[in-house]
Structure formats: C-alpha cells, structure tokens
C-alpha cells in the first residue's frame, strides 16, 4: 500500500535560514508526489508536482522539490525563509497517475521566527 | 488558479440529526470532486470520490449510508452526514478536479456535534 511518511510535525527556522521539509513515500509503482500549503482558514494550495520528469521540481514562492528514488525521498527546501511562509505543509502521493486521489502525510507545521 | 468553495465554513447540529456540506467550483467545471476529512493536527484522509451523475465511490472503511454524497452537477457536490454523533466532529474538506488537470481545494468545514 502506498504511504507518506512526514518527518517532523512543527519545523521552526528563523527569517532568510533554509527551510527544509521531510517526506518519504511508499509506492510499488512510479508515483506522482505532491507539496500542498495550506493557510489558516484556507484550502490547500499546489506548491509542486512531481510527475515522473524532471527530478529535480520547481514550485511557485521560491519553493523547490528533489525527488529521489533511492531513497524514497521528495524533501521540500526552499533557500530563505520567509514569515509569509509560515503556515502547514502536506506532502502527498498519487499512486495511481493524474487521477486525483491523493494520500497524504501528517503534515508539517513550518513556524518562521524574526 | 480555480476557486473552490464549501458552505457552511463551520457548523453546529446536535446528536442526531444530518447535516448537508456544499462544494462548488466556481469558475470550472469539476468532472471528479473529492471528499476528505481532517481530524486535529492530523492529516487529510480521502473518504469518496464523486464523478458527475455517478454514484460516489467511497474508501474503504467509509460508511456510505452515514456519509451520503450528491454530485448533481460539475459544479456542485453536497457531504450529508446523516444521524450525527459527536465523533463524527471533524474538519471536512472537498476538491474539484479538471478532467487530467489539477485538482483544487474548497477552505474546509468544521463540523462540532454536541
């Protein structure tokens, strides 16, 4: 069965350090994988998509995504953090194509400091 | 990008009684929405998927009857929580897919059963 292993549930970084969001998957067939934001009191928004291209995703808001087969890893970084970027994160995977159905991790709770 | 909505953004019933959740998208046609639900601090879950004029395919361990979905059209799905208990208080999200396009999140409800 396909899974989604976030490491870390609340991240905290200080203003313009590296932000740096774990996520490891599970899938016996080549998935696409996904970063979704979500602010308070709203949807979740698409940061990024991998889907069996380029490794190596760009995002919107400077956001950026390595996926890595060998270790069943998609890590989301991103060079300097910003406090509008404080909010939650959710990796996820599709196992089965483009058709919607998304599993998701537990969620990563990114805390930006002054 | 798309916008998805739900109505209410939060509501309160009292044991027993059903409760209806409208998503719609508001400026495209969804052939697929989904339904998810979010606990505390937890991650999404999938609980259905619904195509237009469709019968809702639900996950497993979802109880159908409990949970009723309507997909009356590509821009409205309705979540009736039937006989509700106070353990069905959760954090209900849906999405709204393009066919072989991006899927888009509504904001959520929060449903409290006292």
């Known amino acids: 069965a396909q899974s989604v292993t976030q490491l870390g549930s609340h991240v905290s970084v200080s203003e313009g350090a590296l932000v740096l969001l774990r996520c490891n998957y599970s899938?016996?067939?080549?998935?696409?994988l996904f970063w979704y934001v979500q602010y308070p009191n709203q949807g979740l928004q698409l940061l990024l998509k991998y889907t069996s291209a380029a490794t190596l995703v760009k995002g919107i808001n400077g956001f950026e995504a390595e996926f890595k087969k060998s270790e069943t890893s998609f890590h989301l970084t991103k060079p300097s953090a910003h406090m509008s970027d404080a909010a939650e994160y959710f990796c996820?995977?599709?196992?089965?194509?483009?058709?919607?159905?998304?599993?998701f991790g537990q969620g990563t709770t990114l805390q930006v400091k002054p | 990008g798309a916008v998805v909505s739900q109505h209410p953004s939060w509501v309160i019933c009292k044991s027993g009684t059903s409760v209806k959740i409208e998503c719609r998208s508001l400026?495209?046609?969804?052939?697929?929405m989904f339904w998810y639900r979010q606990f505390p601090k937890q991650s999404l879950m999938l609980m259905a998927t619904?195509?237009?004029?469709?019968?809702?395919?639900?996950e497993q361990g979802v109880e159908k009857d409990k949970f009723l979905i309507n997909h009356a059209s590509l821009t409205l799905s309705t979540l009736t929580v039937t006989s509700a208990h106070p353990e069905d208080s959760s954090f209900y999200i849906c999405s709204g897919k393009l066919a072989g396009g991006e899927q888009y999140f509504g904001p959520g409800t929060r449903l409290t059963v006292t």
């Open positions: 899938s016996s067939v080549p998935p696409y």
């Open positions: 400026d495209f046609q969804a052939t697929t």
């Open positions: 996820a995977v599709s196992p089965s194509g483009n058709t919607g159905k998304l599993i």
């Open positions: 619904s195509n237009e004029g469709s019968k809702a395919t639900y």
